[in-house]
């Protein structure tokens, strides 16, 4: 797998479509819904840009937190958390995490404290295709960090999939299925620093 595909981007069973009478969604609309979305829990499958499939436990707590635990044979683990995102590997850093800044990868956008994708010119496209709305935001002012194409259906609106692509265009997909809102998550499943210290025991 490569970790710093998933990083550069920073994150399926098949997406589940919403009624065909849907309706397209505002800019507003799905703002509001991602600053809803205090804590949540979701299976995932990740389609890495070689074509290779991983499938695992996602888990997000807002403002700025996110776990995601693989399935084997994958032994990885991906914690957001401190302003930073660290990937634990079995195969070559089980105790440190490799750390890279959240605020240089485009799942900033949705992890940010109070996601407004009106302000700053954003959102860089969007479209709907009669079931579901994706809009493409980046960061106006690093570019060079990349996009993240975000899927939603309504009604109630639900966030179904993201693709990162990063600065040098690999692509990154995330489908989510299964999403249960709400839960009381311990603030130690995305505390990088504690997971380094409970493995070095």
């Known amino acids: 797998m490569k970790r710093r595909v998933f990083l550069a981007t920073a994150i399926a069973a ?7 009478t849907a309706a397209e969604l ?9 600053n809803s979305l205090q804590t949540a829990e979701a299976g995932f499958t990740q389609v890495n840009d070689d074509g290779t499939l991983s499938t695992g436990t996602f888990y997000i707590k807002r403002p700025g937190r996110m776990r995601f635990e693989y399935n084997p044979p994958e032994e990885l683990l991906v914690m957001v958390g401190g302003g930073q995102i660290g990937i634990f590997d079995g195969k070559s850093n089980v105790t440190k995490a490799e ?8 799942l900033n956008v949705i992890l940010e404290r109070n996601v407004d994708l009106a302000r700053r010119n954003m959102v860089v496209g969007r479209t709907f295709d009669g079931t579901a709305t994706t809009v493409v935001a980046q960061d106006p002012e690093n570019p060079e960090y990349g996009n993240i194409a975000l899927k939603f259906t309504a009604d109630p609106v639900e966030l179904r999939q993201w693709v990162i692509t990063d600065g040098q265009g690999a692509k990154t997909t995330v489908i989510l299925n299964d999403m249960k809102r709400g839960g009381d998550f311990s603030s130690f499943l995305f505390n990088i620093s504690s997971e380094e210290d409970r493995r070095s025991r």
């Open 99 to 106: 750390r890279y800044p959240l605020k240089q990868t485009p």
């Open 14 to 20: 098949p997406f589940i479509a919403g009624p065909a």
């Open 26 to 34: 505002s800019l507003d609309e799905i703002s509001g819904y991602l």
